[in-house]
């Protein structure tokens, strides 16, 4: 009996299940022509009248729903039968935002790759505000993979610029984590299905479903930077494009393209008709007026070290100056007097010995030097070391393991030549001994001491005005750290 009723129960909320979040597969052809209705309505394939009362049976023979269908297939790329077949249901099943991909149906049946809303932002500089946070992913991680989307892909190729504030009343856009009614007339549908919903310009609302299983750029999940690039997209004023590759594209692409490094061609070409290309002082043509060299000038702290073996010569980067060390001759310069089209303020740099190549990071950019220091490339830093974020505080190549690690924030990536090996945080790493002050953060490493002996056993890490040593091959941290100031490189002694 109780057997009997427990499976009663049971089957009860399995229906019940079903009508809600069920697969397409698992439905009589009847519902399944139903949902269909509902989702084409949904996203704009099918005008959204209320007073229509449609049943399966005028559906089956309505060239509205089948015109519908077929324009569904053309704008993600199937075969236009007009049918709900397989391939067609599986779409429907995907993963996606929960923007509309016409908002007027049908369009004169012309399938666009990217469309842009008529209303863009009428400034430059946009703020934003994370007002609710995941549950899935650390607070500090959101934070990261924000910046990155603003900064790292609409800013480059717009004269956008973009900053977190801390507070909703100054800011033009406020983004939100939130699950199924959340005070919106979109309510969220639980893990699958819609992942986000964004609003047209100057709305700059943002809402990410957090019932889905948010992953950062390493871990299992839906990567939170692919739908946070998408959903800013919009909030620039940018709809939904029938072009696969674009990341305007509303499905959710797992695999391969799971962390997004570049923006599609579409995307570029969508968002520059709003608001034109980016600017000259973002450029690389730019021109630098610091004052001369001041004498006697002293290091107090450092933003970037970098040593050739080819040269036997160090560069140590402070402001707009670099230091130039070989042995015990030193040389103040600026910096893109030896660096061409270097900027100032650099944040990390160093030399691959695999290339006999110099790499400056500054921002989202990667500037290369052959081995005599000419000028050979700038990229952006994604495009050259896998899913590295812009604005990273360090990078050294290290000579024992051929790795080279990238450090930001509190995180490490280590790269194996231009592959993501791993990303852990710095306190994760088992570099044994390693003070806790290094743990959020360090400015600057070199693998050979800035004094120039370049068969010293140790790795050099700055932070603030001291360092530390740790030797290169057990990763053990010596005990003792050093003030910068005191040493004959800094010009200070
Ligand atoms: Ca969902
Ligand atoms: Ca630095
Ligand atoms: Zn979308
Ligand atoms: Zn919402």
Redesign the pocket.
């Known amino acids: 009996m109780c057997l009997l009723f427990c499976c009663y129960v049971l089957i009860i909320i399995i229906a019940a299940k079903g009508r809600t979040n069920g697969s397409l597969f698992d439905m009589s052809e009847q519902e399944r022509m139903m949902e269909a209705e509902e989702y084409l309505k949904k996203y704009g394939y099918l005008p959204d009248i209320p007073e229509t009362t449609s049943s399966p049976e005028l559906l089956q023979t309505s060239p509205n729903f089948h015109e519908a269908v077929r324009l569904f297939q053309a704008y993600v790329g199937l075969e236009q039968t007009g049918e709900l077949d397989n391939e067609t249901l599986t779409f429907m099943e995907s993963p996606r935002c929960g923007f509309k991909d016409f908002s007027s149906p049908g369009e004169d049946g012309e399938v666009l790759k990217y469309s842009t809303g008529t209303v863009s932002w009428p400034k430059n500089h946009l703020k934003y505000f994370i007002k609710e946070y995941s549950i899935k992913l650390r607070d500090e991680e959101v934070k990261e993979i924000f910046q990155d989307s603003f900064q790292q892909l609409w800013a480059d190729v717009t004269p956008l610029s973009f900053a977190e504030v801390e507070n909703e009343f100054d800011a033009d856009i406020v983004i939100r984590f939130a699950t199924r009614q959340h005070g919106d007339a979109n309510p969220f549908d639980g893990l699958g299905r819609v992942l986000a919903h964004a609003w047209l310009p100057t709305s700059g609302r943002a809402h990410f479903d957090d019932d889905e299983n948010w992953a950062g750029p390493t871990g299992y999940g839906k990567s939170l930077q692919q739908v946070a690039v998408h959903e800013i997209g919009h909030m620039l004023g940018m709809k939904h494009s029938s072009a696969p590759e674009a990341v305007m594209a509303p499905y959710f692409r797992s695999g391969r393209q799971y962390h997004i490094s570049v923006l599609d061609e579409d995307d570029i070409v969508g968002i520059q008709s709003l608001y034109g290309a980016p600017t000259v002082s973002t450029t690389m043509t730019q021109f630098t007026t610091v004052s001369p060299v001041p004498n006697g000038a002293c290091l107090d702290k ?3 070290v970098t040593c050739s073996n080819v040269l036997q010569r160090c560069y140590v ?1 402070n402001g707009p100056y670099c230091w130039s060390i070989e042995g015990v001759h030193r040389q103040v310069s600026i910096i893109d007097s030896v660096f061409l089209f270097s900027p100032s303020n ?4 160093f030399f691959s010995p695999s290339n006999g190549r110099t790499y400056i990071l500054k921002g989202c950019y990667v500037y290369q030097y052959d081995e005599n220091l000419n000028f050979v490339s700038r990229r952006r830093n994604s495009q050259v070391w896998q899913a590295l974020p812009c604005s ?3 990078i050294f190549y290290s000579s024992n393991d051929g790795l080279t690690y990238a450090f930001k924030n509190s995180w490490v990536y280590a790269y194996n030549s231009g592959r993501l090996y791993g990303r852990i945080r710095i306190e994760n790493l088992r570099w044994p001994n390693m003070p806790s002050e290094l743990f959020t953060g ?3 490493v070199s693998d050979v001491p800035p004094g120039g002996q370049f068969s010293d056993n140790f790795v050099y890490v ?1 932070k603030g005005d001291h360092y530390y040593m740790m030797n290169r091959r057990t990763k053990f941290f010596s005990t003792d750290s050093y003030n910068v100031k005191g040493e004959i490189y800094t010009g200070c002694a």
């Open positions: 450092v933003d970037a980067f650099v944040n990390a740099a990273i505080n360090a360090i400015d600057a700055f």
